[in-house]
């Protein structure tokens, strides 16, 4: 060891160590470096856990803002805002009856922000619901759900029902006279199976509408253990699935090649625009190849990057632009009107009408009749025939267009005129001459389960699209009408709920018109 | 793609100014804190800061004091608003009891009409100013009280003799000793609530005949028997609210319990009204009300024309006046006992729940304006409305000349059953023994007449009541009915009526009837109807008596 | 001779990535400062701007027969308060070290928690208390003695009747 080789100052090395951890840490943090290149883009993607679900490229047709309005992310937007305003209620919520109503009358009176943030949430829950029902008939009219995407549609639906849940649940939560009388029904509608076991006298053996209601409730009334219960799947067991369910959908988003385009979708977009940056158009010779596992090739294969963009930025711009847009609607409601907050819960005094979130107001509707078939029948075969659809209909024509399929937009019209007319028709005939009960008072129950307005209306759409299957010889066309059908009774029987029933569910021109207690 | 760029754009801008409002209206715009912004204290501006009152025990967390600054523990200079101005001296300092538990409202808003209640869900709104004496009844229970009358007697008497002189009752009258050494007498607001010497007669004989001084001798002199009792009912009656005890007084006298309970006692005719004052004015109906959505209104307008108010409502119409329902709506409002953990229940409330104590002064005038007054009228002539059973006149001299004291304690022991009558002496709720007796004189005092000395025995008739029958279907059945069942008149074949009545009082109400009243005495001769003589009489009362079932 | 032809870009290339996408920018940076309000607002939360314990003013009753230098504690309270022939006096009884509440006895305080003893004055005698107890104001009104606890006066004041 020479003199001149003086060996390394400890102290020193110790000191530039200490002022480089900052610049180290955002260094091995962000590994990619700036996103500039194609390529550093690309791992600004795949090298962050949280984007990673996206693809790293993204076809100028999912880009189209026709092709899907934004729907799927507005939905995960305003989850993330129920998510996050939802935390933020948690720290002073208390899941305990009279404590739950103090809790939510401090939350509005006097928390910091507590009153705005709770209006969020509750603005925000109502927007996911809106917008995770458009999604999915997004996703229905432009057939988005054939092969390979039947899996997701069904994810979907799975998505569907949990947001339902989550809304659900949180309407007991403030413990007011509203929420009460809301979840006693709901819990009355799970019980509701009796109807039938009751009818054929089984109920002392097989009670699964029992079981459903103790299981729901912990009680045979909503009490504190309801409120607990409801809160945990509130909070923690409906947020957790759906979380997951969530990253199982985008990533099969990826997996499934990205969103559905039409065959001529290339054809039909032409040329990038000027300024865009550029499209990648050099074909690779592999992609996405289950590299070394197993021979084969993903479903993505044969369809090469062609006319592509990175994600980094063009998706992200699209994305961050319809989350601020949620953001916005969110606040802006949240602003314009109080989340509501009615008496506290009075088992004794029924609030008349007790109604259910908007969402509800259609079955609530169709309950009135048997609650039974309105409650758990019809809810049912709807979510049976909506999972069943990738799987009957296996289709090529329209994929990924507008009203694609045999008829098009014109049987879209026409379903839609046959849904609002027959379900107002029905609807104007019991509300202006009553039921079978009305009728035949001693009428046995079981005819009432089977014979109701919820079991015509289906019977209706059903007869309806089976003549659609026949005539254009395609099941897709039979679906279309279907779904219109239900959708447009779902609507009608929905604003039926929401502004024309009153007090004993009595049919009212307007509110005005209730009489005073 | 730049149009996603613009989306971005516009949609921040647009969450960003709408964030910017959100936050200027949570910091600048609430009223509580500008009335707090101008408020000063005599240390300078007050800090701003949402303020609360919390007793756990009343379970009270009381907002009030936000605006109502003044209020608050420890903030009594505060001012600059009209909000500010300090409560008025009571014995309850706002700042350890809360507001709303005198006053009603929402104590946990912070904003005036939500905490004030005035919205449509809050099923507790402020009383209004003017019943806020009804605050009271939350926890207190005014005993003692007798019927009105009495009562002005007693006021007037504590007047008369001059005791303003030396005492001072809610802040009336009084003399502070030109030595400065205090009032002369000391003041008697609470007397009746923290008790006072009940010797205080003597002493102050005594102190008199000792004193040299003399404003003593000038001030004072001998008070007789009867304004000594009269001073003791207005010494029991004075809990520094005398409003409410001028209510309550009113409600002893218009016969409320008759039909209604309050604390478990009083007849099932009527709801119970033990909680009146907390009805959520949300739930009542005010399509045939004129006038404000309030519960006091509501009150009001029903006690002035109950039937109008309320479909098929059986309740009389009283023929009250304005000042009359005013107090009784005042007393009303009142009914709103709340569960106390039992540290804080009141001596009086105690003395009512735990010592059996009646929530109204026992001496027959009281019991019989508190119970008999409402159907039998104030003045015990009776009561005859439309559409109603006519209620019996009781006080008439023909009956009580003819009944014995028995009598009368057997029709309000047992009543009539099938009547509207209860039987007040059997009944958990009603009245007990020496109640009773205390009504009986007083019945007799108001008529001023006693029983006529009856030495025939009590089933003394031995007619024939074949013969009655005929009669008694031409002659009575028009009112009593055909089997005696009652209809306009009262019923005859009551079984508790034929065990206490004897056949000289049947006789004799037949015969001579009653004054004043719809049934004519059918001895006397009548252009209108058939007269009776005397056997036709006597086989009449033998064919009533066969309605008698027999004693086994 | 060679002609200058461009050859096709690859995917590996650097992109010719516009200098300044002020748009982009100024939407990036807008998104950025409405979360960063929003973000504000949301921590602003979980500051409590009301407490739920009750009034730190109390009222006591004082037992007829309290010796000079006995400590009479109220019931649910963390207060101890004394008589002597100069008036009454309030101390607290939450220790200054880490908030346990100590006992008041013959000679003083002993926290249970750590070990501090205090004179019967409040001062520190031993152990890790860094203050000694805060005397607390007393006041006479209506008959009732009115303790704050919330309000220290300086040790020695005492009140009379």
Same mark, same amino acid.
């Given at each position: 060891?020479? $003199?001149?080789?003086?060996? $390394? ?46 693809? =790293? ?6 880009? %189209? ?38 809790? /939510? ?218 989350? /601020? ?144 299957? %026949? ?47 | ?67 109502? =600054? ?137 102190? /008199? ?23 003791? =009912? ?73 039937? *109008? ?26 009914? %709103? ?136 279907? *031409? ?78 | ?7 096709? $870009? ?11 996408? =002020? ?53 649910? %309270? ?37 070990? *501090? ?45």
């Amino acid at each position: 060891m020479t $003199p001149a080789e003086k060996p $390394p100052d400890g102290l020193r090395e110790f000191a530039d160590n200490l002022k480089a951890a900052p610049r180290h840490i955002y260094e091995t943090a962000f590994r990619s470096g700036t996103p500039a290149t194609d390529r550093t883009r690309s791992t600004f993607i795949f090298g962050n856990v949280f984007l990673h679900l996206h693809s =790293v490229r993204v076809h100028r047709w999912t880009l %189209r803002w026709s092709t899907t309005m934004g729907l799927g992310i507005m939905t995960t937007s305003a989850f993330l805002i129920t998510l996050i305003t939802g935390v933020m209620l948690m720290f002073y919520y208390k899941p305990f009856p009279e404590a739950a109503y103090d809790s /939510m009358k401090d939350i509005h009176f006097v928390v910091p922000t507590g009153r705005f943030i709770r209006n969020i949430h509750r603005w925000a829950a109502n927007v996911m619901v809106v917008a995770v029902i458009l999604h999915m008939t997004r996703a229905f009219f432009t057939a988005s759900y054939r092969k390979p995407r039947e899996y997701n549609w069904l994810i979907g639906l799975g998505l569907l029902v949990v947001t339902l849940g989550l809304s659900f649940t949180g309407y007991l939560l403030p413990w007011d006279q509203l929420a009460y009388w809301a979840i006693t029904i709901g819990a009355n509608i799970a019980q509701s199976p009796r109807e039938v076991t009751d009818a054929i006298g089984i109920t002392q053996w097989f009670d699964p509408g029992g079981i459903q209601k103790l299981l729901l409730l912990g009680s045979d009334v909503v009490g504190p253990e309801a409120l607990i219960r409801f809160y945990l799947l509130h909070v923690m067991l409906l947020p957790l699935a759906l979380g997951a369910l969530m990253g199982v959908h985008f990533w099969r988003i990826r997996k499934d090649g990205g969103l559905a385009r039409p065959s001529d979708a290339d054809a039909r977009l032409g040329p990038p625009p000027a300024g865009t940056y550029p499209v990648f158009t050099e074909a690779p010779q592999r992609t996405y190849q289950l590299a070394a596992v197993v021979k084969g090739r993903t479903p993505a294969v044969n369809n090469g990057p062609e006319n592509t963009v990175p994600s980094m930025p063009h998706l992200f711009y699209a994305e961050l632009g319809v989350f /601020m847009l949620t953001v916005l609607i969110c606040l802006a409601l949240a602003l314009i009107s109080d989340a509501p907050l009615k008496e506290l819960a009075n088992p004794s005094v029924p609030e008349n009408p007790a109604k259910a979130p908007w969402y509800f107001l259609g079955l609530q509707e169709l309950v009135s009749f048997s609650a039974f078939m309105g409650g758990i029948g019809v809810p049912a075969i709807v979510l049976l025939g909506l999972g069943l659809i990738p799987y009957l209909d296996r289709e090529k024509e329209g994929t990924g267009q507008w009203f694609g399929g045999p008829g098009g937009w014109p049987l879209v019209r026409r379903s839609i005129l046959l849904g609002l007319g027959s379900t107002l028709l029905v609807e104007t005939l019991v509300i202006r001459f009553g039921w079978l009960r009305e009728w035949f008072p001693h009428i046995p129950q079981l005819i009432i389960t089977a014979i109701n307005p919820a079991t015509i209306l289906t019977t209706i759409y059903a007869l309806y699209s089976l003549w659609l299957i %026949r005539r254009h010889h395609s099941t897709r066309a039979g679906a279309m009408g279907l779904f219109t059908c239900f959708l447009c009774g779902f609507l009608v029987l929905t604003i039926i709920g929401t502004y024309f029933r009153g007090p004993n569910w009595v049919f009212y021109w307007s509110p005005g018109d209730w009489p005073k207690h | 793609m730049s149009k996603n760029k613009y989306l971005l754009l516009l949609s921040s801008l647009g969450a960003l100014a709408l964030l910017i409002a959100a936050a200027v209206n949570e910091h600048f715009m609430k009223e509580w804190r500008r009335i707090q912004n101008v408020a000063v204290s005599d240390e300078g501006p007050v800090e701003v800061r949402l303020r609360q009152v919390i007793n756990p025990g009343l379970k009270v967390t009381d907002r009030c004091v936000s605006c109502h =600054v003044t209020m608050g523990a420890g903030e009594g200079s505060v001012r600059g608003a009209k909000v500010l101005a300090p409560h008025k001296a009571v014995s309850h300092d706002p700042a350890e009891y809360g507001c709303t538990v005198c006053h009603g409202g929402q104590g946990l808003a912070t904003d005036k009409a939500e905490s004030h209640g005035d919205v449509h869900f809050w099923p507790e709104p402020m009383l209004p100013s003017h019943y806020s004496y009804a605050g009271c009844g939350t926890c207190h229970a005014p005993l003692r009280v007798p019927q009105r009358e009495s009562y002005q007697r007693a006021v007037s008497a504590f007047e008369r003799l001059d005791c303003y002189a030396c005492h001072r009752v809610e802040g009336r009258g009084g003399t502070i000793r030109p030595d400065g050494g205090g009032m002369e007498g000391p003041d008697l607001s609470k007397a009746g609530l923290a008790g006072y010497d009940r010797e205080w007669y003597p002493k102050h004989v005594e102190k /008199m005949q000792k004193e040299p001084l003399k404003a003593w001798k000038m001030s004072f002199s001998a008070v007789n028997d009867e304004d000594r009792q009269l001073l003791d =009912v207005f010494l029991s009656t004075c809990v520094g609210a005398s409003r409410l005890v001028e209510a309550k007084a009113m409600f002893n006298t218009a016969g409320c319990l008759g039909c209604h309970k309050v604390s478990g006692v009083g007849g099932d005719s009527g709801p119970d009204l033990s909680r009146a004052g907390y009805k959520d004015p949300g739930l009542a109906d005010f399509s045939h009300v004129s006038g404000p959505a309030t519960l006091a209104n509501w009150q009001a307008e029903h006690l002035r024309s109950p039937l *109008s108010i309320v479909l098929g409502s059986q309740m009389p119409s009283l023929g009250l006046s304005d000042r009359d329902i005013e107090q009784l709506v005042l007393y009303t409002l009142s009914l %709103r006992r709340r569960d106390l953990p039992i540290s804080y229940v009141p001596k009086d409330r105690m003395r009512a729940l735990r010592f059996g104590e009646r929530e109204f002064s026992t001496d027959g005038a009281t019991v019989y304006g508190t119970f008999c007054a409402g159907c039998h009228g104030l003045a015990g002539s009776g009561l005859r409305s439309a559409g109603l059973a006519s209620f019996p006149s009781i006080a008439n001299p023909d009956l009580l000349e003819r009944v014995s004291d028995e009598f009368l304690k057997n029709t309000i022991q047992h009543g009539r059953p099938g009547r509207r009558m209860p039987a007040w002496g059997d009944m958990a709720s009603g009245l007990r023994p020496e109640e009773i007796l205390s009504v009986i004189d007083y019945l007799r005092s108001l008529s001023g007449v006693k029983q006529k000395p009856d030495r025939t025995p009590p089933r003394w008739v031995k007619a024939d009541s074949a013969s009655g029958r005929a009669l008694f279907a *031409s002659t009575c059945a028009g009112c009593h009915g055909a089997q005696g069942e009652g209809g306009e008149a009262p019923a005859l074949n009551n079984q508790v009526l034929l065990a206490s009545a004897t056949d000289t009082y049947l006789i004799e109400t037949i015969g001579r009837g009653r004054r004043g009243t719809v049934m004519q005495g059918f001895l006397d001769p009548s252009p209108a109807r058939r007269t009776l003589a005397g056997a036709e009489i006597e086989s009449v009362v033998a064919f009533i008596r066969t309605w008698e079932k027999k004693q086994p | 001779m060679s002609t200058t032809t461009t050859p096709p $870009p690859s995917r590996l290339d650097p992109e010719p990535v516009p200098r300044r996408d =002020v748009l982009g920018l100024a939407a990036m940076a807008s998104a950025a400062g409405a979360c960063l309000l929003a973000l504000a607002g949301l921590l602003r939360l979980p500051k409590a701007a009301v407490l739920s314990s009750p009034s730190k003013k109390f009222k006591a009753v004082l037992p007829e027969n309290l010796a000079a230098g006995e400590a009479f504690v109220p019931a649910g %309270r963390s207060v101890a308060l004394f008589r002597d022939a100069e008036g009454v006096y309030a101390i607290s009884t939450v220790c200054t070290h880490l908030g346990c509440i100590i006992k008041p006895n013959a000679e003083g305080f002993e926290c249970p928690c750590h070990g *501090s003893k205090f004179q019967s004055d409040g001062s520190v005698k031993r152990g890790p208390a860094p203050r000694a107890l805060p005397w607390l104001k007393v006041s006479h009104t209506g008959g009732n003695w009115i303790v704050d606890e919330g309000a220290p006066v300086p040790p020695g004041t005492k009140v009379q009747a």
